[in-house]
């Protein structure tokens, strides 16, 4: 009796789509961060706001809190890449870096979209702000000439959104592919 076994299951053919994909997503965001980055560096603060609320934090935490998941989301998936030009993935370590990286996205994102975007970060009594972008000067009649950015704010938690769904899908799909494998090392007898 020959032994079939599903070479596509072991190999996760849908990784380098997926890689790359997540790569390309991440290098936007990446550079959307960066520039966010520059204009809240750059952008002054209401002077009247720095009074009562959370004084904006130093460039570098500024620069960590807008690139951390994108500047390591395009290494993890260049060496993704690599690995898959010359090995095959193992699904448990696809599941567990999609997983960990889903995981870490979401975090992210999350603090993006309370800072950034829905103001629950913010409280108008002046009392347990958690996020300082509430200071800065985002009025369109001011005569600032550089300043955060509708359009990057929302670009960049978009694309975010995006990438978790990659890492969602990456995950389950890994989840699968384990599964298979799983299924089929009983069927010919391994554990």
Known sequence: M???TNARADRLHYAPLLNFAILIFSIVTFGLA??????AIKTPMWPQALIYMRPRPSNGKIIVYSTFMPFFTIFQSILDLLLLTLYSLHPIYSLAISSVYFVGWLVQWSIWMNCEISGIGFDNAGEGQT???VNIDHRKDSMIPLRTSEGVVNGRVGLGAVVIALFGVYAVLAALALMRKQRGGRSMGMK
């Open 2 to 4: 020959a032994i079939h």
């Open 131 to 133: 996020c300082w972008q």
């Open 34 to 39: 960066v520039s966010y980055a520059h204009a």
